[in-house]
């Protein structure tokens, strides 16, 4: 998981979709049905990526060479400060298989679904 946080400090988008299962399955905080694939997945990084300002990781759960691991996150989405994690879990192949993310309070968790859909709209 370390390749990962590295890639998404560095805002690496590539890198850190190299790091995804073809199959990865991806939970989002704000819509009810999976995200699955590789495609579907990068897609919702990249806008993900445009809508968190100020987006820092603050601390890893899990030890290193576990295939789970948490990287707990701060953020902004507009004037709404975000406290989420990342939970992932590794497939057979070293690759991101799972990748469920949770986020906090309930009002940035609204202003996140609201800037994800106009952000996936307008791309």
Do not use: C, K, W
Request: no cysteine; charged share 30%.
């Amino acid at each position: 998981m370390r390749a990962f946080r590295l890639a998404v400090e560095a805002q690496d988008m590539e890198a850190a979709v190299a790091l995804l299962a073809d199959d990865v399955v991806f939970r989002s905080p704000v819509v009810f049905r999976p995200y699955q694939g590789r495609a579907a997945v990068a897609t919702i990084l990249r806008a993900v990526f445009r809508v968190f300002e100020d987006f820092r990781y603050e601390r890893e759960i899990g030890a290193p060479d576990a295939a789970d691991q948490v990287l707990v996150f701060r953020a902004r989405v507009g004037d709404r400060e975000i406290e989420g994690a990342d939970f992932l879990h590794l497939d057979e192949n070293g690759r991101i298989g799972e990748f469920t993310v949770m986020v906090r309070p309930l009002s940035a968790a609204h202003a996140l679904a609201d800037a994800m859909r106009a952000e996936l709209e307008a791309g």
